[in-house]
T-cell receptor, first 111, second 113 residues
Framework: LAKTTQPISMDSYEGQEVNITCSHN???????ITWYQQFPSQGPRFIIQ???TKVTNEVASLFIPADRKSSTLSLPRVSLSDTAVYYC????????????FGTGTQLKVEL | DVKVTQSSRYLVKRTGEKVFLECVQD?????MFWYRQDPGLGLRLIYF???????EKGDIPEGYSVSREKKERFSLILESASTNQTSMYLC????????????FGQGTRLTVV
């Protein structure tokens, strides 16, 4: 499984765009990149997944460069409610994907 | 809506007891997972199952075992609970079809005294 590296913590203010970068230098050809969000006292929840280039949904955008050795989760105009831990995962889809989470990035949004 | 239900939200057990944590999912998912979460250590995978009666060790299987006799149910067993197993335990499930999004239960906070 490809190992991921992401910042331990980030701070931001309401209304700003936040970009969290994840490094995954040994990503395999079949691997997808998936991001999860976890609030205190809750289980993680899926945010977005991509394979290459750019993916956007109602919550976030995911930017993946051509070499796929890193990815950036972009949260537009964050609010206090976006304060959470964000996890970057890399792995192939389907059965056998062990979903290894790591320690994630603690995002703190202030007024 | 996918639902993953863990049998207890809070549990207090004594050292040496055999402890069962139950997890049930209602979406016919093939994959099921057990994690523990401790401050500063993130989520660590204990065991993973990709089919009935099939299991694979995760990163920290020592002191734990699992059982999956039915597709919808995945049990985590602490054979002889110890204080260092005090933690938040999270169960998850995912399909092997599509984007393999994992759905989590609400967690069980286990305290071993």
């Amino acid at each position: 499984l490809a190992k991921t590296t992401q910042p331990i913590s980030m701070d931001s203010y309401e209304g700003q765009e936040v970009n969290i970068t994840c490094s995954h230098n040994n990503i395999a050809t079949n691997d997808y990149i998936t991001w999860y969000q976890q609030f205190p006292s809750q289980g993680p929840r899926f945010i977005i997944q991509g394979y290459k280039t750019k993916v956007t949904n109602e919550v976030a955008s995911l930017f993946i460069p051509a070499d796929r050795k890193s990815s950036t989760l972009s949260l537009p105009r964050v609010s206090l409610s976006d304060t959470a831990v964000y996890y970057c995962l890399v792995g192939d889809q389907g059965g056998g994907n062990k979903l290894t989470f790591g320690t994630g990035t603690q995002l703190k949004v202030e007024l | 809506d996918v639902k993953v239900t863990q049998s207890s939200r809070y549990l207090v057990k004594r050292t040496g007891e055999k402890v069962f944590l139950e997890c049930v999912q209602d979406m016919d998912h093939e994959n099921m997972f057990w994690y523990r979460q401790d401050p500063g250590l993130g989520l660590r995978l204990i065991y993973f199952s990709y089919d009935v009666k099939m299991k694979e060790k995760g990163d920290i299987p020592e002191g734990y075992s699992v059982s999956r006799e039915k597709k919808e149910r995945f049990s985590l067993i602490l054979e002889s609970a110890s204080t260092n197993q005090t933690s938040m335990y999270l169960c998850a499930s995912s399909s092997i079809v599509g984007i393999a999004e994992a759905f989590f239960g609400q967690g069980t906070r286990l305290t071993v005294v």
